[in-house]
């Protein structure tokens, strides 16, 4: 029994060293990832100097912090084997393969960092089945670097282990105190997490890009224990009146007052053309252009690349300040055609609620008698877009499945020229039944792959972080607009200008670092990340170019365009068309990770208020348009106040979806199936 009890220690002394051992250089291996990611491109410009080291803990005490976590439970299991020798050395090779496996899990984040707006969550994870669709803005981060790294990290990490336990070994055959080097680097990892504390803190919290700064597997577990205890939504606690609620009542509840005749001319200069014969119903055409922010085209910015919309505006009305609500795809389709705040969840509307029963745009012009479509070149099969658009009143949804065409240009989809081919098809051959198409670009999506054989132009006028994707990005921009250029000049060359309505839009912004470090989208609720071109084109109703003022967004749009074609609006609706002199003049929006920011434009005031870390901003938009001077402590009224709107939505948003009513799925009431090929 003497001999054997050594033995017992000694194992169990060798498991404790092989879990602190995993513990430290999985704290190492995380901090040289948050290292690498000061020095990537599309990171903050940081020096290699004292303010280096500041930043660097700054954002990587969290994972020292995960570190020790994963070492306290792998002693608590050395401990509670005792003295079982094989189950001592099971814990100890666990812990070590679990370790690498997270180290290999923090490199593909810190790769996808950019590319997701933050590390991965479990809402996002559920897309896995939609991975092919991905695969082309991961593959722009695969480089030979990054593989190596995605390779050989775990392999070295193995090995770094390995050799800690070999001098540790040696260190102590030559009988230095078994505490000495354990005890420096505890020492060290703790006043690592302290001065990383204390830096993010007075550095860092109030930093746009503050939030490389979490922990992934923290960020992961957080989201998924969000999403099961069903806690993922947003909610605040600050105080409202019941009159704050009002902004989201729908139509049926709150119906529209008489607009004044004289701000209805101003607006749409429409009672004219009203006043004439009656003649066909005028057909609709709605284009949702991906990931275009208004600051990227020549409506609204200083970039020349949407020349074909800008010269067609002199035939229709130009809107200034319109919103989306996310940046996120899903969840615009869904506010455009319902007319429906998406739940403030992290989910996508599409697939969390796919068969919400509110009346869609689209049955009500197929219960009038027109065509109905929806065309894309990417694949609805991207988070159950096919089956939330099924039952929608569209009798035909086509893909890139059946839109014969060019080859893949990403896993995204083909060229946009594609959709508008297939969509001046309809307009060519069926003039005579009234339509309604709805096309969705694909092409402005990351990684934004140029037309083969199109010449790149250079279409810079500021220096941004990421020059080469804006470059890349504001060329197919001025493709994808001269294919729209296209299907204008068909339109009248079917003879139907005067009988039809277009409408440009986009489904959410797109950001390149600047003017705030956000990038690609849903990152933030900045212009660049939520404000939206919007034109009506119809020169049956404008004689000349006009622009609107009024603060809108994508819950609108339903109800401004069933207006222009003389349809009533649904009353479950909670939208309000823009030319209603009455309708409220807010737009709200936000941001769903995992954690929640909301905002609300009101005038020229925006606000944002980050939920979970409390943060406020506060921006007045006519003397500070890209938003670089928060004026909350000028005018905190103003931003209480803005406070307690944005608390009355979360309670309406709650209220709203607690027993979401649905269509039946197994009855197809006016909707199409999905499109072949999924």
Same mark, same amino acid.
């Given at each position: 029994m003497?001999? &054997?009890?050594?033995?017992?220690?000694?194992?169990?002394g060798?498991?404790?060293?092989?879990?602190?051992?995993?513990?430290?250089?999985?704290?190492?291996?995380?901090?040289?990832?948050?290292?690498?990611y000061?020095?990537?491109?599309?990171a903050?410009?940081?020096?290699?100097?004292?303010?280096?080291?500041?930043?660097?803990?700054?954002?990587?005490?969290?994972?020292?912090?995960?570190?020790?976590?994963?070492?306290?439970?792998?002693?608590?299991?050395?401990?509670?084997?005792?003295?079982?020798?094989?189950?001592?050395?099971?814990?100890?090779?666990?812990?070590?393969?679990?370790?690498?496996?997270?180290?290999?899990?923090?490199?593909?984040?810190?790769?996808?960092?950019?590319?997701?707006?933050?590390?991965?969550?479990?809402?996002?994870?559920?897309?896995?089945?939609?991975?092919?669709?991905?695969?082309?803005?991961?593959?722009?981060y695969?480089?030979?670097?990054?593989?190596l790294?995605?390779?050989?990290?775990?392999?070295?990490?193995?090995?770094?282990?390995?050799?800690?336990?070999?001098?540790?070994?040696?260190?102590?055959?030559?009988?230095?105190?078994a505490?000495?080097?354990?005890?420096?680097?505890?020492a060290?990892?703790?006043?690592?997490?302290? /001065?990383?504390?204390?830096?993010?803190?007075?550095?860092?919290?109030?930093?746009?890009?503050?939030?490389?700064?979490?922990?992934?597997?923290?960020?992961?577990?957080?989201?998924?224990?969000?999403?099961?205890?069903?806690?993922?939504?947003?909610?605040?606690?600050?105080?409202?009146?019941?009159?704050?609620?009002?902004?989201?009542? +729908?139509?049926?509840?709150?119906?529209r007052?008489?607009?004044?005749?004289?701000?209805?001319?101003?607006?749409?200069?429409?009672?004219q053309?009203?006043?004439?014969?009656?003649?066909?119903?005028?057909?609709?055409?709605?284009?949702v252009?991906?990931?275009?922010?208004a600051?990227?085209?020549?409506?609204?910015?200083?970039?020349?690349?949407?020349?074909s919309?800008?010269?067609?505006?002199?035939?229709?009305?130009?809107?200034?300040?319109?919103?989306?609500?996310?940046?996120?795809?899903?969840?615009?389709?869904?506010?455009?055609?319902?007319?429906?705040?998406?739940?403030?969840?992290?989910?996508?509307?599409?697939?969390?609620?796919?068969?919400?029963?509110v &009346?869609s745009?689209?049955?009500?012009?197929?219960?009038?008698?027109?065509?109905?479509?929806?065309?894309?070149p990417?694949?609805?099969?991207?988070?159950?877009?096919?089956?939330?658009?099924?039952?929608?009143? /569209?009798?035909?949804?086509?893909?890139?499945?059946?839109?014969?065409?060019?080859?893949m240009m990403?896993?995204?989809?083909?060229?946009?020229?594609?959709? /508008?081919?297939?969509?001046?098809?309809?307009?060519?051959?069926?003039?005579?039944?009234? /339509?309604?198409?709805?096309?969705?670009?694909?092409?402005?999506?990351?990684?934004?792959?140029?037309?083969?054989?199109?010449?790149?132009?250079?279409?810079?006028?500021?220096?941004?972080?990421?020059?080469?994707?804006?470059?890349?990005y504001?060329?197919?921009?001025?493709?994808?607009?001269r294919?729209?250029?296209?299907?204008?000049?068909?339109?009248?060359?079917?003879?139907?200008e005067?009988?039809?309505?277009?409408?440009?839009?986009?489904?959410?912004?797109?950001?390149?670092g600047?003017?705030?470090?956000?990038?690609?989208?849903?990152?933030?609720?900045?212009?660049?990340?939520?404000?939206?071109?919007?034109?009506?084109?119809?020169?049956?109703?404008y004689?000349?170019?006009?622009?609107?003022?009024?603060?809108?967004?994508?819950?609108?749009?339903?109800?401004?365009?069933?207006?222009?074609?003389?349809? +009533?609006?649904?009353?479950?609706?909670q939208?309000?068309?823009?030319?209603?002199?009455?309708?409220?003049?807010?737009?709200?929006?936000?941001?769903?990770?995992?954690?929640?920011?909301?905002?609300?434009?009101?005038?020229?005031?925006?606000?944002?208020?980050?939920?979970?870390?409390? +943060?406020?901003?506060?921006?007045?938009?006519?003397?500070?348009?890209?938003?670089?001077?928060?004026?909350?402590?000028?005018?905190p009224?103003?931003?209480?106040?803005?406070?307690?709107?944005?608390?009355?939505?979360?309670?309406?948003?709650?209220?709203?979806?607690?027993?979401?009513?649905?269509?039946?799925?197994?009855?197809?009431?006016?909707?199409?199936?999905?499109?072949?090929?999924?």
């Amino acid at each position: 029994m003497s001999a &054997t009890a050594p033995r017992v220690s000694s194992s169990r002394g060798a498991a404790a060293r092989s879990v602190f051992w995993a513990a430290v250089w999985l704290a190492v291996v995380l901090v040289a990832l948050k290292a690498f990611y000061l020095g990537a491109p599309g990171a903050p410009a940081v020096k290699v100097d004292r303010g280096y080291l500041r930043s660097l803990a700054a954002i990587s005490y969290g994972d020292v912090v995960f570190a020790a976590f994963v070492w306290l439970c792998g002693r608590g299991l050395v401990r509670l084997v005792g003295d079982r020798p094989l189950l001592a050395r099971i814990v100890s090779v666990a812990v070590v393969s679990a370790s690498a496996l997270a180290s290999l899990y923090a490199i593909l984040n810190i790769l996808m960092f950019g590319t997701f707006g933050g590390f991965l969550t479990y809402p996002l994870l559920l897309l896995i089945g939609n991975v092919r669709m991905l695969s082309s803005s991961v593959a722009a981060y695969v480089t030979w670097r990054n593989v190596l790294g995605l390779v050989g990290f775990p392999l070295g990490y193995i090995g770094l282990v390995w050799a800690s336990l070999r001098l540790s070994r040696r260190g102590r055959s030559l009988r230095r105190p078994a505490w000495l080097g354990s005890g420096l680097v505890v020492a060290a990892l703790v006043g690592w997490v302290i /001065f990383g504390r204390y830096t993010y803190s007075n550095d860092w919290a109030t930093r746009t890009e503050r939030r490389v700064a979490e922990n992934p597997h923290w960020v992961l577990v957080s989201s998924w224990w969000q999403a099961v205890s069903g806690e993922g939504i947003a909610r605040m606690t600050d105080g409202f009146t019941n009159a704050d609620l009002a902004d989201f009542d +729908t139509i049926g509840v709150r119906p529209r007052a008489a607009a004044p005749v004289g701000l209805r001319r101003t607006l749409a200069q429409t009672l004219q053309a009203r006043a004439t014969a009656p003649r066909r119903p005028p057909n609709v055409i709605l284009i949702v252009l991906e990931s275009v922010a208004a600051r990227w085209t020549s409506l609204n910015g200083q970039y020349d690349t949407t020349p074909s919309l800008m010269a067609e505006a002199v035939r229709g009305l130009v809107f200034d300040n319109v919103y989306a609500h996310i940046g996120r795809s899903s969840n615009s389709l869904a506010a455009m055609l319902l007319s429906t705040y998406p739940r403030l969840s992290f989910r996508e509307a599409t697939e969390e609620y796919p068969h919400l029963a509110v &009346t869609s745009l689209p049955a009500l012009f197929r219960k009038q008698g027109y065509r109905t479509e929806f065309f894309t070149p990417s694949d609805l099969s991207w988070a159950g877009w096919g089956t939330f658009l099924a039952g929608r009143g /569209f009798e035909e949804l086509r893909d890139y499945h059946s839109l014969p065409c060019s080859p893949m240009m990403s896993s995204w989809g083909v060229e946009d020229r594609c959709m /508008f081919e297939g969509m001046i098809d309809v307009v060519q051959h069926e003039p005579t039944r009234p /339509f309604f198409l709805m096309g969705w670009t694909t092409q402005t999506h990351h990684p934004y792959e140029p037309t083969p054989g199109v010449p790149m132009l250079s279409l810079l006028k500021e220096h941004t972080p990421d020059d080469w994707d804006l470059w890349r990005y504001l060329n197919v921009l001025l493709e994808t607009d001269r294919q729209l250029g296209r299907l204008f000049q068909a339109v009248r060359r079917a003879g139907l200008e005067n009988d039809t309505i277009i409408v440009v839009t986009g489904d959410h912004g797109q950001a390149f670092g600047y003017p705030h470090n956000s990038w690609f989208q849903g990152k933030s609720v900045y212009e660049e990340d939520v404000h939206v071109p919007l034109m009506i084109w119809s020169p049956r109703l404008y004689r000349f170019a006009v622009r609107s003022q009024t603060i809108g967004s994508h819950i609108d749009l339903a109800p401004t365009i069933a207006e222009l074609a003389g349809l +009533t609006a649904a009353p479950d609706w909670q939208g309000r068309s823009l030319f209603d002199a009455t309708r409220i003049p807010r737009a709200y929006f936000y941001v769903a990770e995992d954690h929640f920011s909301l905002g609300v434009r009101e005038g020229s005031w925006k606000y944002i208020f980050d939920i979970r870390e409390g +943060t406020e901003e506060l921006y007045d938009l006519d003397h500070d348009a890209i938003e670089q001077h928060n004026l909350v402590k000028v005018q905190p009224e103003r931003a209480s106040r803005l406070r307690e709107r944005l608390a009355a939505w979360t309670e309406a948003n709650r209220r709203q979806y607690e027993q979401p009513r649905t269509l039946d799925p197994s009855v197809e009431l006016r909707g199409a199936a999905p499109p072949t090929g999924q």
